[in-house]
């Protein structure tokens, strides 16, 4: 993909918001931006939200599930980066389900919806995810009453998200595996993401040169 004059969408949580960076330039949306000479880069990023839709009610803005907020979007965009699970997974209580759902109230299905929505209204444009980071608590399933695991480990959304993007051909920008960031390691967090969840302005700038040399192979 030529990145120069490029609009881009991009959605996501508050990492793409912005939340741990210094300053608006610092996100990396538009580190890319000023960095490839993007048209514009526009930044659809909601801290707390999800891509699966919850089941218990909690919050007016982090209910608003990636499909809703997809409606949402300038049509006119070149490509569109859709970037987030993280929440699902950290307070989110939509089962994973499985890769036969199609409907938003699994993660697997709303990763279906979330994908075949983009495509239908954006048949042009390249349509690609970015999987979420490693964050310091990422171990750890949820079960509800009766026992029954509804929710997996970090590593079960970033699966998923491959899986559901490969169906459709969606190309996936793997973080998880290949950001370079792993606050596990006390100096790596010092460095890239101090809360061990929010990359700063360091991480950013990983993730906008990762992103343009992925979006560069498209």
Same mark, same amino acid.
């Given at each position: ?8 969408? #991009? ?46 009610? &909690? ?8 499909? $809703? ?19 699902? #997974? ?59 695991? $509804? ?27 290949? &950001?370079? $960031? ?24 990983? $993730? ?5 040399? #992925?979006?560069?192979?498209?």
């Amino acid at each position: 993909m030529e990145l120069k004059n490029a609009k881009i969408n #991009f959605l996501g949580d508050s990492i793409t918001e912005g939340y741990g960076t210094s300053a608006q330039d610092k996100i990396y949306l538009n580190v890319l931006a000023k960095q490839e000479g993007l048209a514009t880069a526009r930044n659809y990023g909601v801290g707390g939200t999800r891509i699966a839709r919850q089941h218990q009610k &909690s919050n007016e803005v982090w209910d608003e599930d990636y499909l $809703i907020r997809a409606q949402k979007m300038d049509p006119d965009a070149d490509a569109v980066v859709v970037f987030g699970g993280t929440n699902d #997974f950290g307070h989110g209580d939509a089962p994973l389900g499985h890769m036969q759902d199609r409907t938003p109230e699994t993660f697997y299905g709303a990763c279906h919806c979330l994908i075949r929505y983009l495509l239908e209204k954006y048949p042009h444009a390249l349509i690609v995810f970015m999987t979420p980071t490693h964050r310091a608590d990422e171990y750890g399933m949820k079960f509800n009453n009766m026992g029954n695991r $509804i929710c997996g480990e970090l590593i079960d959304y970033v699966n998923i998200i491959l899986e559901v993007a490969a169906y459709y051909s969606i190309p996936v920008l793997d973080l998880y595996r290949n &950001s370079g $960031i792993s606050p596990e390691i006390t100096a790596m967090r010092e460095t890239y993401m101090p809360d061990g969840l929010h990359p700063n302005d360091s991480g950013h700038a990983i $993730i906008a040169r990762k992103l343009a040399a #992925f979006l560069k192979q498209q």
